[in-house]
Each structure stands twice: as C-alpha cells, then as structure tokens.
Nanobody, 115 residues
Framework: QVQLVESGGGWVQAGGSLRLSCTAS????????MGWYRQAPGKQRELVAA???????EYADSVKGRFTISRDNAKNTVSLQMNSLKPEDTAVYYC?????????WGQGTQVTVSS
C-alpha cells in the first residue's frame, strides 16, 4: 500500500503559478511511476504529466511549456510546477503512483484559476 498526500493547490489569477507536491509513504519510492492527473467538473480524469522510475517524462499537449514535473526520490516526493495558468486548468489535481498492475491515488487538491 502506498499512501499519497498532495499539497499546494489553491486559487490563482490567470497567468499566475502554483506548485503541487505529493509525498508517498512508501520507502521504495524510486521504483514507482508517478503522475499528476486532473478532473474538471463534468469531464473525465486526464493525465497532466508523468515521470517514470527511470526519469522519463511526458506531458499533455495542453500543458507543454507551462508545467514541469519533477521527483525527489530521497524525499519520496513528486512535484508539479504550474506556470502561466489558464482558467481551463481549473480542476481537482490527483497524484498517482503505479507499479505494474498496482495503482494508488491521492485525495486530490483543488486548483482554481480565475480570469
């Protein structure tokens, strides 16, 4: 079992920045593939950014050039730096940890971007 705790959500005006963090309880954090997802009202949950155990990164097209995902294996943490935020980035953001068929989700953190 991996417990994930997210922090850093909040309210920001368009063009602003927020940094989300997710801390995992598992000591072997480095072997996990980590990702950030988001779900806006009435929409399906979608991948925002992911970083696997080998450090390979992928981003949704909608956030490329604005968001940066990173991980610190020594601190069991994955972060998402979000710059140039847009109202359409408003959603609940979820941290995900995966290892083969296993997947665990955080409780989610709200990000609201006003125009």
């Amino acid at each position: 079992q991996v417990q994930l705790v997210e922090s850093g959500g909040g309210w920001v005006q368009a063009g602003g920045s927020l940094r989300l963090s997710c801390t995992a309880s598992r000591s072997s954090f480095s072997i996990l593939d980590m990702g950030w997802y988001r779900q806006a009202p009435g929409k399906q949950r979608e991948l925002v950014a992911a970083i696997d155990s080998g450090g390979r990164i992928e981003y949704a097209d909608s956030v490329k050039g604005r968001f940066t995902i990173s991980r610190d294996n020594a601190k069991n943490t994955v972060s998402l730096q979000m710059n140039s935020l847009k109202p359409e980035d408003t959603a609940v953001y979820y941290c995900n940890a995966a290892l083969r068929s296993y997947s665990s989700w955080g409780q989610g953190t709200q990000v609201t971007v006003s125009s």
